[in-house]
C-alpha cells in the first residue's frame, strides 16, 4: 500500500441507510452501497467513511450501538459487509467506519447487566453516582433535548453520567476491562478488512471533578495505546478524530504522530461559510494562522458539512448570531447550537457559491470530505426530526423514490426531498450526468485536478500578501511544485496583484509562466508581477512553471 495514502486523496460519508436500497425494503443498504461502487469511483473517491452499522434502536442515529460485533439487519449482513470490502478493493477504494468509544446504547447487554445488578462486573463498564452534582463543570452538548448529563435509573438505584442522549450512557474508561473491551472491538473490525476508522466523540472519554472533562490527559494516555496498537498489527490503517475543539485542543490528538493520523478541523469549517456570507476571508486565514503546525505524517480533514448540524460551537458568540442570521433565519433551521441545513440550501442553491466553496476547501492543507449528495447540491428537509433532514435518500434520478428504492413511498426510512428547487425532479444524478456543465461536473474536474497536484495534499502553504481580503489566496508547495489558489469571495469582479518579492515561497518564481489548471489555459507570467482579474465567485488554481514554457 502506498504510504501516507490518505495525504492525497478524497474521503466520502456515506450513511448505508441513505444511499441506495438493493431489496426494496425502503432502507438503504450495504449491497445497496456496493452496487453504486462504480459511480463512487467514477466521482474519484479513495476512501469510504460509513457512519454506524451496527445493531442499535437507532435513537442516535445509530451512534447508540446495541452490539459492536454485529450488522444491524436493516444493513444486510456480515457477508454483505465483506462482500462490499472485497468490491470496494477490487476498485482501489477504502472503507473505514465509526467507532463509537465513548458510549453504547442503553440497551447494549453490558448497560443492561450493569443496571440489574450492583455486583454484575459490568457495573463498573459505566460511570455511576448516588447524586446528579458531580463534573458540574462539563457542558451539556444536545442542549434542545438535554437538561443534565446525569440521568435517573429507576432499577440501577443511581444516576448514570451521559454526554449525549440519556438513552446513550457513557462507557467508564477508567476501568481496564473497557479498554481492553474496545481494542477487541478495533481488532475484529479490522480483521475483516476495514481499513480504519472515524474515531466518534473522542475528547469526552475520561472524567475528572473540576474539570470540564474534555482532551483529559488520560483520554489522550488511552488513545496512544489505541495507536500502537493499529500500528504494531495493521500499519496501514488510518485512524480520523472527531474532536470538535480549536486549534490549540486539536493538536494533542496528533501527538508525535503516535495519536491518531489524521483529525477533522472543526473551526475551519464555519469560517468557510463567514467567508463566503460577508466577501471577506479574514476570520478563515486568522483560525489557520491560530493553527499549529502538525507532524509530516499527519493530516487534517476539511469538510464543509456532514450528518450533523453545521456546528456552531468552535467560534465566538458574535460570530455565531451573525451566522444564525445570515444562514438559519427561520428557527427551525437551528438546532443545539448549529445549523441543520445541507449546503446546497445554505448557499442558495447558487452553483458559483457552490463551485467555489469547494475550491477553497480544496485549496486548504488537508485531505477533503464530501457529504454523500453535496456533490449533486441535494437539498434538505428542515421539518424532519433532530438532523433527520439531512439524511434524506440520495436522489439517483427523476424516477419513483428519486431511484433509491422500489419500495412504496411510505415505506421509506425517510421521505426523499420532493418540493421547491431542491426536489429530486429538479435535482438528481441522472440530469447532472447528462449535463457536462452541471455541478457534478464541475466538481469531478476540481477532484481530478486536486488528485494531480500533490502540493494540495502534501505541500505547505502560505497566505498571499492581497491587497484585501476579499479574495482568499494562498500558495501551496511540495517537491519543487508551486501552485497559486486565487478565490473571489464576492460578486464583484476582483483584480489582485501576485508578486512574488513580497511572498517568501514565491521568490525563486520570478519570470516563472502560470498555467490556469481548471481553465487549461495559460494565465501570464510573473513579469515582475502577475494581475489577475477573477469574476464573481470564481477562483482559478495557477500552477507556476519555470522555463515559460506553458503546460508540461
Ligand atoms: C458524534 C456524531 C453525532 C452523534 C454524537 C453522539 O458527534 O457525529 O451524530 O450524535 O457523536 O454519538
Redesign the pocket.
Known sequence: MAPLWYKNALFYELPVRAFYDSNGDGHGDLAGVTRKLDYLQALGVDCLWL?PIYPSPLL??G??IADYYGIHPDFGTMADFKQLLTEAKRRGLRVIADL?L??TSASHPWFQAARADRASPYRDYYVWNDTDQRYQAARIIFLDTETSNWAWDQTAGQYYWHR?YSS?PDLNYDNPAVQAEMLNVLKFWLDQGLDGFRC??VPYLIEREGTNCENLPETHKFIKTVRNFVETHYPDCVLLA?A?QWPHDLRPYFGDNDEFHMAFHFPVMPRIFMALGRGDASALIEILKATPAIPPENQWCTFLR???ELTLEMVTDAERLWMWRRYAPEPRMRLNLGIRRRLAPLLGGDARQLELANALLFALPGTPIFYYGDEIGMGDNIWLPD?DGLRTPFQWDAGPNAGFSSAAPEQLYAPVVAEGPFSYQRVNLAAQLADSQSLWHRLRRLVTVRKAQPVFGCGEYEFLPLAGAQVFGLARRHAGEVVVALHNLTAEPQRVEIDPSQTPCLASWQGASAHDLVAERAAGQLRPTLTQTLGPYSYCWLKLEKDGAGPP
Do not use: L, M, T
Request: hydrophobic share 15%; aromatic share 12%; glycine share 6%.
Open positions: 457512519p442516535d442515529g451512534y447508540d463509537v465513548n458510549h449525549f446513550q466518534d466523540a472527531e470538535n456532514n450528518h450533523d438532523r
